[in-house]
């Protein structure tokens, strides 16, 4: 169905009830049309109203539709007839969507874009009430459930809410709701040891935890009795909130006790303390300069210790003061007069409160006694510090700098240990692993980037279509949570490591990263991804599967070095009896013979004839045999067994791939009698022998199968030992098998003591 947009242009559409295939259009210009989509013919047309048509839904009634327009008016109208029922005026602007209870009242519920909800009574043709400030913004859903007194509701706050009508006299109040944040995240961080909780502050003035075991957790942490204030001042709810939060420190010790998270705010003076146990505001507001109110600067970086005890804020002078956040009493100050010329923008203390690590935007990181409020060291950069990241347990500690460059020191001996460059733009956060193996790194240049701290190299990086804006990384290693530019969700990776074995190979310097695509979070991010899978569907198919999956992740090699000895993976069963199927077979061997089935055939041989006799046994053996004489039996004349034919082929090419894969297809019994068969006394030749040797060198020079060589290799040895001896050529080629054999296992020895060397030590000294 194709429309001109100068005269019906779709607004939206609805099923009538009962009308089969067929759809009710909408337009922009006021008029619906009446379609059957199996026909695809235009069934009828409705002159309307000359008012763009914004919102339409079925009543309960058949035949009968709700039409909400731009101008505000409701309509009830009957599509049989082509009537107007009643009409209804909203003063709140364009009717955004439209709802009709089915459990017995006749209530009709229309909303705004304003966020407010109306209901009216059908049978009066009056208001009946109203939800006043149902969400933030316009109210893009909305639905009764059916036969129950309750609606449901969406907006563009990121919130979905249940409606109860209980109430006397009729409206509703709010049942349960689930929100998030209605402008992205600023910050995110895991809150305890167990990973289960999230805590994250974004633009919208909020403060939210958020589980990632059940959802039904997730709330926001209350900052006051602002719903009353906002209706004592007619103000929104928004606008008596706290300035967006864009940096946090939270602790789990003390938690019962008193407050235990700490928040700076753009462009605010004051920091302010957290109960997460009660989910809900502190009592204290902590400021700089506590003697002098007029040098007050912004606070833009906080901390907490380990303790739960002290809380650490500095501000846009470079002034740090410590604090007890129990009582709010100052502790003091560090430096004199300030700890830094310029703003501070990092905090971090060690677990046992005695280094206080500050870095700020004048180049520098500075140590400090903690108790004593004493200057010990001072690091000097090249750039700015834009962060820092400590991990108590390792004693290290990540900064980064303005030059995009991390600096990985180590507190204890206050030097630099790792230095990592290759962001292209500034560095949003940083997160460690929970053992300090892994440093993971964001960047306004679209890349996450884990860092191998041991080996000091770039172990993972992949592009992301929108920057993150900041990530962490759970207690326990099992998520790593994003938070990106203009998306309103929190993504959660997976750990691959934990849940099978993955290569941790080094990239090359000259690496490309891919782009790995993101949940949509949006219908219009969905339509994009849809869109763009179709584009991509004939490239891929033009590649192959095969490109895709190898491009997809890294593939190991069939051999990782030739100094490594690698193993067929067969089971035992394969290779380690070949040495010992006699046995086997003496062993299986049946205490008697089997004895003639007694049973006659089902069909007798009998003799053409007036009288038919049957053709004995003896007879019918002497037949078959002149018979069968008498005829030429090509395979019998053929020379080479199939195994010998791809062992010469094998030689020929020096290729041996082929003869190896072969015989991983065979049982024991297969390869031990292809191998009789190499032996002149049973139709084979001393060259084939000769040929087997050179494979049985080529499979132990680069030790590959290596199990299943030594295996064939003893059981050849005992079956032609003797034929060996006696030829000075075979001789020859067995003094260089046994050469071979004898060097490659004491290499592999060596590694094995080495091994369990390292592996006693390990186990015996006191780390």
């Known amino acids: 169905m194709n429309f001109n947009p100068d005269t019906f242009a779709v607004s939206c559409l609805v099923h009538p009830s009962t009308y089969l295939n067929k759809i009710l259009l909408c337009s922009k210009q006021g008029s619906m049309q009446l379609w059957n989509i199996k026909t695809n013919k235009m069934i009828y047309t409705f002159q309307g109203w000359s008012d763009p048509i914004t919102a339409v839904e079925q009543a309960p009634a058949i035949d009968v539709v709700g039409v909400g327009l731009q101008s505000g008016k409701i309509i009830i109208h009957n599509l049989k007839f082509d009537e107007t029922v009643m009409f209804f005026q909203q003063d709140w602007g364009p009717v955004t969507s439209i709802a009709f209870r089915t459990d017995g009242n006749p209530i009709m519920a ?26 933030n913004g316009a109210v893009h859903g909305m639905k009764f459930l059916s036969s129950q007194p309750l609606m449901i509701t969406n907006g563009p706050d990121n919130a979905l809410k249940v409606w109860i009508f209980d109430q006397t006299d009729g409206n509703g109040r709010l049942l349960r709701s689930r929100t998030g944040h209605s402008l992205p995240p600023t910050k995110i961080r895991f809150f305890g040891q167990k990973g289960g909780d999230l805590l994250s502050a974004g633009l919208d003035r909020t403060l939210r935890q958020i589980s990632t075991v059940k959802d039904a957790r997730s709330c926001e942490l209350s900052q006051g009795s602002f719903t009353k204030r906002s209706k004592n001042v007619a103000l929104k709810l928004e606008g008596l909130k706290f300035p967006p939060i864009f940096d946090f420190a939270a602790e789990t010790a003390r938690q019962s006790d008193w407050e235990n998270v700490i928040t700076c705010h753009y462009g605010s003076t004051k920091a302010r303390t957290w109960k997460f146990q009660n989910k809900c505001l502190g009592k204290h507001c902590l400021t700089t300069f506590k003697k002098n109110e007029e040098k007050h600067g912004c606070i833009t970086a906080v901390a907490l210790s380990s303790c739960g005890n002290f809380a650490i804020i500095g501000d846009s002078t470079g002034q740090v003061d410590a604090f007890n956040i129990q009582s709010a009493n100052y502790r003091g100050t560090f430096g004199s007069p300030k700890a830094h010329c310029k703003t501070l ?35 000097s950069w090249d750039a700015p510090v834009t962060q820092i990241q400590l991990h108590r347990e390792s004693s290290l500690l990540a900064v980064s700098c303005d030059d995009f460059s991390i600096h990985v020191v180590d507190i204890e001996t206050r030097r630099a240990v790792r230095t990592f460059t290759g962001h292209t733009n500034r560095i949003t956060d940083l997160t460690f692993s929970p053992d300090a193996r892994w440093l993971v790194s964001s960047s306004m240049d679209s890349s996450i980037r884990t860092w191998d701290l041991p080996g000091g190299r770039l172990l993972d990086c992949f592009l992301v279509k929108s920057p993150t804006t900041s990530l962490a990384m759970s207690p326990t290693g099992e998520y790593l949570a994003t938070a990106h530019v203009d998306d309103l969700g929190i993504f959660l990776w997976s750990n691959m490591t934990l849940y099978g074995h993955v290569s941790l190979v080094p990239l090359p310097s000259d690496y490309q990263p891919t782009v790995v695509g993101l949940p949509p979070t949006s219908a219009e991010q969905q339509e994009a991804e849809n869109k763009d899978m179709e584009l991509d569907k004939p490239i891929d198919e033009a590649i192959g599967e095969d490109s895709v999956s190898s491009a997809m992740g890294f593939k190991s090699p069939d051999q990782l070095s030739s100094e490594l000895i690698t193993l067929s993976l067969l089971p035992q069963s394969r290779w380690k009896n070949l040495t010992s199927l006699e046995i086997i077979k003496e062993r299986n061997k049946p205490k008697q013979p089997p004895k003639a089935s007694k049973a006659a055939p089902f069909f007798l041989p009998t003799e053409t004839g007036l009288v038919p006799k049957f053709i004995s046994t003896e007879q019918e053996t002497d037949n078959t045999d002149v018979t069968s004489s008498k005829l030429i039996q090509f395979n019998k004349l053929q020379p080479q067994s199939h195994f010998q034919r791809i062992l010469v082929q094998s030689s020929n090419s020096k290729n041996y791939e082929p003869l190896m894969a072969y015989l991983k297809d065979m049982g024991p019994s297969g390869i031990e009698m292809e191998l009789r068969l190499l032996a002149p006394v049973a139709g084979g030749d001393i060259m084939l022998i000769e040929k087997f040797m050179e494979f049985l060198l080529i499979q132990i020079t680069t030790r590959k199968d290596f199990e299943l060589a030594e295996a064939y290799m003893s059981l050849f040895l005992k079956l032609h030992g003797s034929i060996i001896v006696s030829h000075s050529e075979l001789l020859e080629e067995a003094r260089k098998l046994h050469f071979l054999h004898n060097q490659t296992w004491n290499h592999i020895q060596d590694l094995i003591n080495q091994g369990l060397c390292l592996v006693g030590y390990f186990k015996s000294a006191l780390v």
């Open 110 to 135: 229309s909303a705004s874009t304003v966020g407010h909800v109306a209901l009216w009574d059908l049978e009066t043709n009056q208001l009946k009430g109203t939800l006043q400030n149902a969400h």
């Open 345 to 379: 923008r990092g905090i971090a203390l060690d677990g046992i409160n005695q280094q206080l690590l500050t870095g700020s935007a004048d180049c520098t990181l500075k140590f400090w006694h903690f108790m004593k409020r004493t200057l010990i060291h001072t690091m």
